[in-house]
T-cell receptor, first 116, second 121 residues
Framework: GQQLNQSPQSMFIQEGEDVSMNCTSS?????WLWYKQEPGEGPVLLIA?????ELTSNGRLTAQFGITRKDSFLNISASIPSDVGIYFCAGRQANAGGTSYGKLTFGQGTILTVHP | DSGVTQTPKHLITATGQRVTLRCSPRSGDLSVYWYQQSLDQGLQFLIQ???????AKGNILERFSAQQFPDLHSELNLSSLELGDSALYFC????????????????????FGEGSRLTVL
């Protein structure tokens, strides 16, 4: 099945530092999504990307859809303690319709710890 | 609050038992998805329903089944439970699109509930 390689697996950073994480795939995706999950909660959508090369920001978060359509990255600038959580990338295949509609493949997650 | 409601939040049961997890999607959403999250497995897609019909199947065990009812709520049934079934089970919903719209304007955002934590002892 689809595999998404997300890295790094975990990060321990100081408050104020910038963070970068990425996902790569062996297959082409037509949608890349980034989610954040906090303890005891479900994943919450942060950023959605729909076009190759697209660069989108949401506050201190910036994400890009790779031009090969096989990768995406997420940057967090000037991290703060509430950025702590697990960040997941998710991608959906490029074929429209059929039984793959809506099926997202998730990366394994990046656990972010921010020290004050 | 995503608008997706899952019950129960926590469930503890014994091996061999059967449980039912329930999900109410966001108002107006026709698609419901079920995901399993184990400590070492990330988010694994189980199954998707669209307006009452099964649309896609992932790595769902034969001991598990799901359905979506006419009022669009969904249930995930887990039977003959094993220790390894202990996990968080998430339901998610997404806005309705027709297949034609899907081709033209592919969105794909999922909105997740808070999950049901199943512990099998």
């Amino acid at each position: 099945g689809q595999q998404l390689n997300q890295s790094p697996q975990s990060m321990f950073i100081q408050e104020g530092e910038d963070v970068s994480m990425n996902c790569t795939s062996s297959s082409i995706f037509n949608t890349w999504l980034w989610y954040k999950q906090e303890p005891g909660e479900g994943p919450v959508l942060l950023i959605a990307l729909y076009k190759a090369g697209e660069l989108t920001s949401n506050g201190r978060l910036t994400a890009q859809f790779g031009i090969t359509r096989k990768d995406s990255f997420l940057n967090i600038s000037a991290s703060i303690p509430s950025d702590v959580g697990i960040y997941f990338c998710a991608g959906r295949q490029a074929n429209a319709g059929g039984t793959s509609y809506g099926k997202l493949t998730f990366g394994q997650g990046t656990i972010l710890t921010v020290h004050p | 609050d995503s608008g997706v409601t899952q019950t129960p939040k926590h469930l503890i049961t014994a091996t061999g038992q059967r449980v039912t997890l329930r999900c109410s999607p966001r108002s107006g959403d026709l698609s419901v998805y079920w995901y399993q999250q184990s400590l070492d497995q990330g988010l694994q897609f189980l199954i998707q329903y669209y307006n009452g019909e099964e649309r896609a199947k992932g790595n769902i065990l034969e001991r598990f089944s799901a359905q979506q009812f006419p009022d669009l709520h969904s249930e995930l049934n887990l039977s003959s439970l094993e220790l390894g079934d202990s996990a968080l089970y998430f339901c998610a919903s997404s806005p309705p699109v027709t297949d034609r719209v899907f081709v033209l304007a592919n969105t794909g955002e999922l909105f997740f509930g808070e999950g049901s934590r199943l512990t099998v002892l």
